[in-house]
């Protein structure tokens, strides 16, 4: 299971400079992305990269949670597929606020959920 920790190590971005980069690691390499959204992909060092090949990579988006953070995401998934009609309708802050109410959650902690799973797509090759 893929910690908070193991997501943002302080290191540098390539591009801005800027510290605590989202680290993922998957079959086929490193996916990178500092805060500022500059992302890129590394190899591993049996593919002539500078990265360890990892005991453990991200082969599905529950790998990238801890457990509280797959609680919230069960909370949020199951909010959206009861209340469907609603987001479809109501703007951003209404979502949000909505979803903050009735997950038991504060905006910050919906915001990560959001993050991880927009890191997993990317990291995936899927954004």
């Known amino acids: 299971m893929a910690s908070s920790k193991d997501r ?12 605590g980069l989202y ?7 490193v996916y990178i ?7 890129w992909r590394e190899q591993y060092i049996d593919q002539g990269g500078t990265h360890p090949r ?7 988006l529950e790998d990238m949670f801890t ?17 469907s009609t609603y987001y479809k309708k109501a ?6 606020n909505h979803l903050c109410e009735q997950c038991n959650a ?13 890191l997993y797509h990317k990291a995936k090759g899927g954004l």
């Open 54 to 60: 990892p005991k453990t990579v991200v082969k599905q």
């Open 67 to 83: 457990p509280p953070e797959k609680e919230l995401y069960l909370r949020i998934s199951a909010e959206l597929e009861k209340n």
């Open 91 to 96: 703007d951003t802050w209404e979502k949000i």
């Open 23 to 29: 680290i993922i690691p998957t079959d086929d390499d």
């Open 106 to 118: 504060n905006e910050q902690e919906v915001y990560t959920i959001f993050k991880i799973i927009t």
């Open 8 to 19: 943002k190590k302080l290191a540098t971005c390539i591009q801005c400079g800027e510290a």
């Open 33 to 39: 992305e500092c805060k500022s959204g500059h992302a």
